[in-house]
């Protein structure tokens, strides 16, 4: 910390309101994964920025953040016009990811949990920064103590070749790069057999390395008894890996 800065609030969670637009649902008129990850996204950024170190004060000092694996699991999803509540809180470090949840509500009903980690980075270089590195702004990554609740990785063997997706310009975030929550779409339109008709259980999506304007990701993948394994590969390799649990809707 800088002479003369006094230490930023150390804030243990963080509530956020959203309310679910009309293009912010699917074909079954429920929200799409891809929201859930956009209001995860933007609730953690808020919360942040809350605590004195929003994304561009973290920018202009050298330092980003950047998502690497997100655990979804859906009680219900909601539908337009739904008010939701979400609350975040940062559940500590392992090894340099920082870990945070978040809970989302309808009313006093508890309709979805998300876990995410994410590791700092330098803006320039791209190196991994140590969550120590967070101590000049005098913040605890770990007030609520540590989450035995730790995301690894997706393995599969090679999996049938589905399909590509090309990268837009429409697709990138300030960071430059493939924004994270599009791979829920990514993840919906690449699902064998299609989405129509099923319901979403729980998809853990693990964000290998980033995929930038003009790239093609060649996506693999199957699903054997609502049991869904896919993963993309990009011109650096493994791009993205996920896995997820389906049901069809008339059986839930």
């Not at 929200?31 to 808020?46: A, D, G, V």
């Not at 770990?142 to 997706?165: A, C, M, Q, W, Y």
């Not at 837009?168 to 924004?179: E, I, T, V």
Request: aromatic fraction near 10%; charge should be neutral.
């Amino acid at each position: 910390m800088k002479k003369g800065e006094k230490p930023m609030a150390d804030i243990r969670q963080y509530e956020n309101q959203w309310r679910v637009a009309t293009f912010e649902v699917d074909a079954q008129s429920e929200m799409k994964l891809s929201t859930m990850l956009r209001i995860c996204q933007e609730t953690s950024e808020k919360h942040l920025a809350a605590m004195g170190v929003g994304y561009e004060k973290l920018k202009a000092d050298g330092m980003v953040f950047l998502i690497t694996k997100s655990e979804s699991t859906i009680f219900r999803m909601p539908a337009h016009g739904e008010e939701l509540r979400i609350i975040t809180r940062p559940q500590g470090v392992h090894g340099a990811e920082f870990y945070r949840d978040y809970e989302f509500f309808s009313g006093g009903e508890k309709i979805g949990y998300v876990i995410q980690c994410s590791v700092a980075a330098n803006t320039e270089t791209h190196r991994i920064l140590h969550p120590r590195k967070f101590a000049v702004y005098g913040l605890d990554p770990s007030p609520n103590g540590t989450t035995d609740h730790v995301l690894s990785r997706i393995k599969s063997e090679e999996l049938p070749f589905l399909g590509e997706r090309v990268i837009r310009y429409s697709d990138l975030d300030y960071n430059g790069h493939l924004n994270n929550a599009i791979y829920g779409d990514i993840f919906y339109d690449f699902v064998p057999g299609g989405m129509l008709g099923k319901k979403l259980n729980r998809v853990q999506i693990n964000f290998v390395n980033e995929s930038l304007l003009g790239e093609t990701i060649q996506i693999f993948g199957q699903e054997k008894e609502g049991k869904v394994l896919l993963y993309g590969e990009n011109s650096k390799g493994r791009a993205f890996e996920a896995s997820a649990e389906l049901v069809d809707r008339k059986k839930s």
